[in-house]
């Protein structure tokens, strides 16, 4: 069994609500379905992912396929744009999900993520859960038992198919997740993802307008503006971070698919023939990148798309692959962190055409002498997704330690870097404890706690994810050194007092 599928997503909620890492939005209120708020402990957790991946992507160093240095520009763009941009880009009219409704619970579902248990028997009652909710399915199973009065599925009669698959007839036998009585699942219907809103003071449907659903239609909007304000050139990159907003038939599973969400994402334009070679080294390289930041293990994986997945725009083009994360609630199964697509030159011939710049919105490459629309690798990331996975996998059971487990975040990515203790208050030590305290947050996220046993100090910094505790003690005043404590091991050492600065830097890669 993989070490994710023995993690309780009740505990690692419980942990980020008690320790600060994400809380419910409008909790006071009762919170909103899909909206989430992160605590002091989950902004700098996820200010780190943000902030490692823009220096990665955009200021770090890289050379490309043919050796090339790889350019990456950034940008920053609006949250609401012309609602033009959203009919070019194909998301007014193609941005749905199949939803259906519960007319007896209330409840709304993406018919897309329902599968109905029963027995293959034309009139057969069927009962409809979530794909992948294990507590739905065994309900679902004792149910159909006691409808059938047998004591054990028959594999040769008793199917889990796909909602979307079952006829109109067969719908009407159907019940669904909350329901108790058959045929209260509404057919499916196309619903747009898209939040809607009025820009101006009257509301008015000639002024409707949009919050984006992705961060990459600005970048596209924007392409002719970098070409013509900078000194980039094909092949190069456009990064940009920001929220995105979906309004989701169902969100679900904590952070993971959310109304409002953070994107990480780059298009990077080159030529046409040379797709295949830039999307196989961002594809390899972004699977690096998060290997990197500690999801080293098993638990994550790249998966090739297959060709009936593709995206319109991705159908003739060089690939798509997801980078996948098995979250406790996917495990054994993976969730997507990252896609990594070839979107072919589909954003920008649109734009070109729907904003009537046709052949002048070309690019004109004065190395090849040719003008051209340049094709899009385009790896898309999620900063909130990224941020779960990094609280999944570190969430570690100990029950030999105080506080029964602890976060073993990559150094990178650990919210707090350091922890600096005074062993005792008196004789000095809190005094230099402070002052080294005042030195290392100069740099770096760090705690000064004076407070309460060593043990439990230690104990906080565990749930906190503090990869070093550094105590001040009766030899760091006749010797000037102090103990670091490491985290994982609990194993001490003693390093001089002036070297923890540059001791901590080397460790935590300078984030
Ligand atoms: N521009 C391409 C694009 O937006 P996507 O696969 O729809 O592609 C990219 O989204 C990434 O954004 C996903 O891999 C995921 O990490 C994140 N994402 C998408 N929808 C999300 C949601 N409802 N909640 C949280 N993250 C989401």
Same mark, same amino acid.
């Given at each position: 069994?993989?070490?994710?599928a023995?993690?309780?997503?009740?505990?690692?909620?419980?942990?980020?609500?008690?320790?600060?890492?994400?809380?419910?939005?409008?909790?006071?209120?009762?919170?909103?379905?899909?909206?989430?708020?992160?605590?002091? *402990?989950?902004t700098?957790?996820?200010?780190? *992912?943000?902030?490692?991946?823009?220096?990665?992507?955009?200021?770090?160093?890289?050379?490309?396929? @043919?050796?090339?240095?790889?350019?990456?520009?950034?940008?920053?763009?609006?949250?609401?744009?012309?609602? +033009?941009?959203?009919?070019?880009?194909?998301?007014?009219?193609?941005?749905?999900?199949?939803?259906?409704?519960?007319?007896?619970?209330?409840a709304?579902?993406?018919?897309?993520?329902?599968? #109905?248990?029963?027995?293959?028997?034309?009139?057969?009652?069927?009962?409809?859960?979530?794909?992948?909710?294990?507590?739905?399915?065994?309900?679902?199973?004792?149910?159909?038992?006691?409808?059938?009065r047998?004591?054990?599925?028959?594999?040769?009669r008793?199917?889990?198919?796909?909602?979307?698959? *079952?006829?109109?007839?067969? +719908?009407?036998?159907?019940?669904?997740?909350?329901?108790? #009585?058959?045929?209260?699942?509404?057919?499916?219907?196309?619903?747009?993802?898209? %939040?809607?809103?009025?820009?101006?003071?009257?509301?008015?449907?000639?002024?409707?307008?949009?919050?984006?659903?992705?961060?990459?239609?600005?970048?596209?909007?924007?392409?002719?503006?970098?070409?013509?304000?900078?000194?980039?050139?094909?092949? %190069?990159?456009?990064?940009?971070?920001?929220?995105?907003?979906? =309004?989701?038939?169902?969100p679900?599973?904590?952070?993971?698919?959310?109304?409002?969400?953070?994107?990480?994402?780059?298009?990077?334009?080159?030529?046409?023939?040379?797709? =295949?070679?830039?999307?196989?080294?961002?594809? &390899?390289?972004?699977?690096?990148?998060?290997?990197s930041?500690?999801?080293?293990?098993?638990?994550?994986?790249?998966?090739?798309?297959?060709?009936?997945? *593709?995206?319109?725009?991705?159908?003739?083009?060089a690939?798509?692959?997801d980078?996948?994360?098995?979250?406790?609630f996917?495990?054994?199964? %993976?969730?997507?962190?990252?896609?990594?697509?070839?979107?072919?030159?589909?954003?920008?011939?649109?734009?070109?055409?729907?904003?009537g710049?046709?052949?002048?919105?070309?690019?004109?490459?004065?190395?090849?002498?040719? !003008?051209?629309?340049?094709?899009?690798?385009?790896?898309?990331?999620?900063?909130d997704?990224?941020?779960?996975?990094?609280?999944?996998?570190?969430?570690?059971? &100990?029950?030999?330690?105080?506080?029964?487990?602890?976060?073993? %975040?990559?150094?990178?990515?650990?919210?707090?870097?350091?922890?600096?203790?005074?062993?005792? =208050?008196?004789? @000095?030590?809190?005094?230099?404890?402070?002052?080294?305290?005042?030195?290392?947050?100069?740099?770096?996220?760090?705690?000064?706690?004076?407070?309460?046993?060593?043990?439990? !100090?230690?104990?906080?910094?565990?749930?906190?994810?503090?990869?070093?505790?550094?105590?001040?003690?009766?030899?760091?005043?006749?010797?000037?050194?102090?103990?670091?404590?490491?985290?994982?091991?609990?194993?001490?050492? !003693?390093?001089?007092?002036?070297?923890?600065? @540059?001791?901590?830097?080397?460790?935590?890669?300078?984030?």
């Open positions: 069994m993989s070490a994710n023995t993690k309780s997503m009740d505990e690692i909620v419980a942990l980020c609500r008690r320790r600060g890492f994400i809380f419910q939005s409008s909790e006071i209120y009762g919170g909103i379905n899909g909206f989430w708020d992160y605590g002091p *402990l989950g700098q957790l996820k200010r780190n *992912l943000k902030d490692a991946w823009w220096r990665d992507t955009v200021q770090g160093e890289a050379k490309g396929p @043919g050796g090339e240095e790889v350019q990456v520009v950034g940008v920053d763009c609006t949250i609401i744009m012309n609602p +033009r941009v959203w009919e070019a880009s194909g998301h007014v009219g193609g941005f749905n999900d199949p939803m259906v409704d519960c007319k007896e619970s209330k709304r579902y993406r018919a897309d993520h329902l599968v #109905a248990l029963g027995a293959i028997d034309p009139g057969a009652r069927l009962f409809v859960v979530i794909e992948g909710d294990e507590q739905q399915l065994e309900k679902a199973v004792k149910a159909l038992l006691k409808y059938e047998c004591d054990a599925l028959d594999p040769a008793h199917v889990v198919r796909p909602f979307t698959k *079952l006829s109109a007839e067969e +719908r009407t036998h159907a019940i669904g997740p909350d329901a108790k #009585a058959p045929g209260s699942l509404t057919e499916p219907r196309q619903f747009n993802l898209m %939040f809607k809103t009025n820009v101006g003071a009257v509301e008015d449907p000639s002024n409707i307008a949009y919050l984006r659903p992705e961060t990459a239609q600005g970048i596209f909007a924007n392409f002719e503006n970098v070409v013509n304000s900078t000194r980039v050139r094909v092949p %190069f990159g456009i990064a940009q971070v920001g929220k995105a907003f979906r =309004n989701e038939v169902t679900r599973n904590f952070t993971f698919r959310s109304r409002e969400f953070e994107q990480m994402e780059t298009e990077f334009f080159i030529h046409p023939s040379q797709a =295949n070679e830039w999307y196989a080294w961002w594809r &390899d390289r972004r699977f690096a990148w998060w290997q930041i500690g999801l080293a293990g098993e638990n994550l994986q790249l998966r090739e798309h297959d060709r009936d997945e *593709l995206a319109h725009y991705a159908k003739e083009g690939g798509t692959s980078i996948e994360y098995r979250f406790p996917t495990a054994p199964g %993976f969730g997507e962190l990252e896609g990594v697509a070839h979107r072919s030159d589909y954003d920008l011939r649109q734009h070109a055409e729907h904003s710049r046709r052949e002048k919105a070309r690019y004109f490459d004065t190395e090849r002498n040719e !003008r051209y629309f340049p094709h899009v690798i385009e790896p898309s990331a999620g900063a997704r990224g941020t779960l996975a990094l609280l999944c996998e570190a969430y570690t059971k &100990d029950e030999s330690r105080p506080s029964g487990v602890y976060m073993k %975040f990559h150094p990178r990515m650990a919210p707090v870097k350091a922890g600096v203790f005074p062993l005792v =208050n008196k004789d @000095g030590m809190p005094e230099v404890a402070e002052k080294l305290y005042r030195a290392l947050r100069k740099k770096h996220a760090c705690e000064f706690d004076p407070k309460q046993t060593i043990g439990k !100090r230690y104990a906080r910094m565990d749930e906190a994810g503090t990869p070093y505790c550094i105590t001040i003690d009766g030899d760091s005043m006749t010797q000037q050194t102090v103990t670091v404590r490491h985290r994982d091991t609990q194993q001490q050492e !003693r390093i001089a007092i002036d070297s923890v600065p @540059g001791w901590i830097d080397e460790r935590v890669g300078g984030a």
